[in-house]
């Protein structure tokens, strides 16, 4: 009795014992899943090396190695203050030793960074990971590369020791195990599996942490038999290709800046021969764009959506693109989700519509744009450039901009022609559940076809981390570990040997499976980098693509949830307001020269055949300035240039929006300029009265008629203003303005030229006026003295003579 008593107690005390063990390694009982994390692993056992041990270099060493539970606290990420550990180089899929698609060998290289004045004991960098896991759902695939998901991650792949690490050095090792050694021996089905790498320094003051994945390729474990792209041959999907997972990527070709070359700007505002409008503004391609031309010739999937002012940047290096977006990349979210009056500023729905993207693109006009290409600019006539157009006509798709795709922005895409849209936020499921890539959304006016960036694999094949507490995706070789596991995650639920760690739902088993990937131009991705990723795609066998044509048409659209949020800041909102009114100013004034400065009877010739205030909506938009007897047709070809700045200030990828709206207030001004008063040099008046001679010089090819509105600085003088005056084109003409001084000194007249509406414009031109008579009216002072005095004299001696006796 009493022996069956201690046995018990001892039992007690030893569940206690353990239970308590347990806690102090931070065992994650709250987790989900955790019941088939905790089973008992079958890498447990499994046939070890003969001394015991698993793998490369050894196997489960501790309890403080087999339980490995992500602490964000104790994961140092990298940074220039603090000690980093970084993947620079990984296999990121392998495959069983018999497998014919995958290598069967696993290598990861690794560098310990300390940029701190601290050195950093030696120590050793693990790598493990977890066979029985194969993730099924993106939540949970992101919470392990934020660390913030505990995973028994026991198997050791390999050790490496690290030397001590002085101040400002690192130091680089390479980890190396073979698919037939543990833990990968014990890998069944399909699917990603976590890796956890790690740095602990023998003193234990350093501990680093990087979370990534490797994606296990047992293509048996694959269900379905179908083509190796997913299709059918026809342009239709063989739903039967169930192990497929089909991609396309469509990358933005758009300008990060816009250049204005000042002398061709000086040249169409002048009017003059040969002067280009598509030549005034040239692209600056973003970094992605310039990266995605360059992997077009190898990668063959990537469907490019160009700007159609940026296509000569395209087809300069032997590319072609796919479709065209809206003008300018210009933001149509955001257009029709503010109060601002857009069309007062001389932009509506036509100056964005898919018809003007498309006779833009057909047409040639961009194709000369962008000092990447050097091809030559259009004549005068119009006719295309040495830079040839697109072979054939492209479609045109709405790209998002800063807000979201709502009701009435969706609307207004569909109103302006376009009836597929990109949705790169707002509307972009995670989940594989709710993800649809392709989707159908209905608005006032019609349906609009919306195709949903899935946000994680567009953020990573762009050169970003999914966010930043991924602390395993810093590098681009990180970011391939997580794009790859990214890819295989719609194909991972149907292994019956997998343990999901949150199982999918089993209606949307192929919910996943159809993916569109949009780069992002505020990413960074690097020509070697983008190269890279999409030849890891290019290697996982389950992947397909699709060109967009194709992509669309062989995905059952679903329905879209559109949300009501614009997705507009107030920053963005104010921005955006600022734009709109400056822009109606300017556009104001351009109007105001052609109706108040251009003479309406000799500078005009109205005929309404030829008035057509949209320039980018015709089809012979390609068209140069043209010097006729008509201003109309010139003042309508600088509205467009004003249009394509405003255009240009709400380009979605421009860096500096305030520049391009400054550059239309400069066309505003600049044309004003034409019209202008010659520099007077300094006027000395020789007497009381003169004449002032001012020679107003008219630049246009046009008559204008304005008058000259003059101010004196000071009372000592006067000026009048001219009457007003024409004057011919490309000539000058004199006019005088009478002065009148009325004490000597000196000052200055101001001189203004007004419009016909006596309304002033340009600058104040001064002139010195001087009056040297100072001498001559102290003599006539003199005089008129001398004369009273006389006077006086001549009274006094008139009242005292004293008369003759014979008078």
């Known amino acids: 009795m009493r022996t069956t008593a201690f046995r018990t107690i001892m039992a007690f005390v030893s569940c206690v014992a353990l239970v308590c063990a347990v806690i102090a390694t931070g065992a994650p009982w709250s987790l989900p899943g955790l019941a088939a994390l905790q089973a008992t692993p079958a890498y447990a056992e499994g046939t070890g090396d003969s001394d015991g041990s698993h793998g490369t270099n050894g196997g489960i060493t501790d309890d403080s190695?087999?339980?490995?539970?992500?602490?964000?606290?104790?994961?140092?990420?990298?940074?220039?203050?603090?000690?980093?550990?970084t993947i620079t180089a990984s296999t990121p899929i392998v495959g069983p030793t018999d497998s014919s698609t995958a290598p069967t060998a696993y290598s990861l290289t690794v560098t310990v960074s300390n940029p701190t004045d601290t050195a950093i004991d030696a120590g050793t960098?693990?790598?493990?990971m977890n066979p029985d896991v194969a993730f099924s759902t993106t939540e949970d695939m992101q919470s392990w590369a934020e660390g913030a998901l505990g995973i028994w991650a026991a198997g050791v792949i390999a050790t490496a020791d690290v030397g001590r690490l002085e101040p400002g050095a690192s130091q680089t090792v390479t980890l190396t195990n073979g698919t037939s050694e543990y833990p990968f021996n014990e890998c069944s089905g399909f699917g990603a599996r976590p890796v956890l790498v790690s740095?602990?320094?023998?003193?234990?003051?350093?501990?680093?942490?990087?979370?990534?994945?490797?994606?296990?390729?047992?293509?048996?474990?694959?269900?379905?038999?179908?083509?190796?792209?997913?299709?059918?041959?026809?342009?239709?999907?063989?739903?039967?290709?169930?192990?497929?997972?089909?991609?396309?990527?469509?990358?933005?070709?758009?300008?990060?800046?816009?250049?204005?070359?000042?002398?061709?700007?000086?040249?169409?505002?002048?009017?003059r021969e040969g002067s280009d409008l598509f030549s005034v503004t040239s692209p600056q391609l973003t970094p992605l764009a310039s990266a995605a031309i360059d992997a077009k010739a190898k990668h063959t999937e990537i469907s490019l959506v160009s700007d159609p002012l940026c296509l000569g940047s395209v087809s300069s290096q032997g590319a072609a693109a796919s479709a065209a977006m809206q003008p300018a990349a210009a933001d149509i979210t955001a257009m029709a989700q503010t109060s601002s009056d857009w069309s007062a500023a001389g932009i509506d729905s036509d100056s964005v519509s898919a018809a003007s993207a498309a006779n833009l693109a057909q047409s040639g006009s961009g194709s000369q744009n962008g000092a990447q290409s050097g091809s030559a600019a259009p004549s005068a006539s119009g006719t295309d450039s040495a830079q040839p157009a697109q072979s054939a006509p492209l479609e045109s798709i709405a790209w998002q901009g800063r807000g979201s795709w709502t009701a009435a922005s969706l609307g207004y895409a569909h109103d302006a022609g376009y009836s597929t849209v990109v949705s790169t936020s707002g509307n972009t499921g995670t989940d594989r559940d709710s993800y649809a890539a392709v989707a159908s959304a209905g608005a006032a006016s019609g349906s609009v076809t919306v195709l949903n960036a899935e946000s994680t694999m567009s953020s990573l094949l762009s050169g970003q981390a999914s966010s930043d507490q991924a602390d395993g995706e810093t590098t681009a070789s990180g970011r391939i570990n997580r794009l790859i596991a990214q890819s295989a995650l719609g194909l991972a639920s149907g292994g019956s040997a997998l343990s999901p760690l949150r199982p999918a739902s089993d209606d949307s088993a192929n919910g996943y499976t159809r993916l569109f990937v949009a780069l992002s131009d505020a990413a960074s991705a690097t020509n070697d980098d983008l190269d890279a990723m999409l030849s890891a795609l290019e290697s996982a066998h389950w992947v397909s693509f699709q060109s967009l044509d194709d992509f669309i048409a062989?995905?059952?659209?679903?329905?879209?949830?559109?949300?009501?949020?614009?997705?507009?800041?107030?920053?963005?909102?104010?921005?955006?307001?600022?734009?709109?009114?400056?822009?109606?100013?300017?556009?104001?004034?351009m109007s105001r020269f052609f109706?108040?400065?251009?003479?309406?009877?000799?500078?005009?010739?109205?005929?309404?055949?030829?008035?057509?205030?949209?320039?980018?909506?015709?089809?012979?938009?390609?068209?140069?300035?043209?010097?006729?007897?008509?201003?109309?047709?010139?003042?309508?070809?600088?509205t467009t240039?004003?249009?394509?700045?405003?255009?240009?200030?709400?380009?979605?990828?421009?860096?500096?929006?305030?520049?391009?709206t400054k550059d239309a207030e400069n066309l505003a001004s600049g044309l004003f300029a034409n019209v202008s008063i010659q520099q007077l040099n300094s006027v000395v008046m020789?007497?009381?009265?003169?004449?002032?001679?001012?020679?107003?010089?008219?630049?246009?090819?046009?008559?204008?008629t304005v008058s000259v509105d003059a101010r004196s600085g000071a009372t000592i003088l006067s000026v009048e203003d001219s009457d007003s005056i024409t004057v011919a084109g490309r000539s000058e003409q004199q006019v005088?303005?009478?002065?009148?001084?009325?004490?000597?000194?000196?000052?200055?007249?101001?001189?203004?030229?007004?419009?016909?509406?006596?309304?002033?414009?340009?600058?104040?031109?001064?002139?010195?006026?001087?009056?040297?008579?100072?001498l001559n009216d102290q003599l006539g002072y003199g005089i008129i003295a001398f004369a009273v005095l006389l006077t006086i004299g001549g009274l006094w001696r008139q009242f005292h003579r004293k008369k003759d006796t014979d008078s």
Not at 559 to 582: F, N, R, V
């Open 65 to 85: 190695t087999a339980l490995t539970v992500a602490d964000e606290s104790s994961s140092t990420s990298a940074s220039d203050t603090t000690a980093s550990l």
């Open 125 to 128: 960098v693990e790598a493990s």
């Open 199 to 271: 740095f602990d320094s023998d003193d234990g003051a350093t501990h680093l942490e990087s979370h990534t994945f490797v994606t296990y390729d047992d293509e048996s474990a694959l269900s379905g038999s179908g083509s190796s792209d997913g299709s059918t041959g026809d342009g239709t999907s063989d739903d039967s290709a169930a192990s497929r997972v089909t991609l396309a990527i469509a990358a933005p070709v758009t300008a990060q800046s816009w250049t204005t070359d000042s002398d061709t700007l000086a040249s169409v505002t002048a009017a």
């Open 554 to 589: 062989s995905a059952p659209a679903a329905t879209a949830s559109i949300p009501t949020d614009t997705g507009l800041d107030q920053s963005e909102s104010a921005y955006l307001s600022s734009t709109a009114t400056a822009l109606a100013s300017s556009r104001t004034s």
């Open 595 to 638: 109706t108040s400065v251009i003479d309406p009877e000799k500078g005009r010739n109205i005929d309404p055949s030829q008035d057509n205030p949209q320039a980018l909506s015709r089809q012979d938009a390609q068209q140069t300035a043209h010097i006729s007897d008509n201003a109309q047709v010139w003042e309508t070809d600088l």
């Open 641 to 660: 240039l004003h249009t394509l700045y405003g255009l240009h200030a709400l380009d979605i990828s421009i860096a500096d929006g305030a520049a391009a």
């Open 686 to 704: 020789m007497s009381t009265t003169a004449s002032l001679p001012v020679t107003i010089v008219n630049n246009t090819p046009y008559p204008v």
């Open 736 to 774: 005088t303005l009478p002065l009148t001084a009325y004490s000597s000194g000196s000052t200055y007249v101001g001189l203004r030229l007004l419009d016909a509406q006596g309304a002033p414009f340009n600058s104040e031109l001064t002139v010195t006026v001087s009056n040297s008579l100072r």
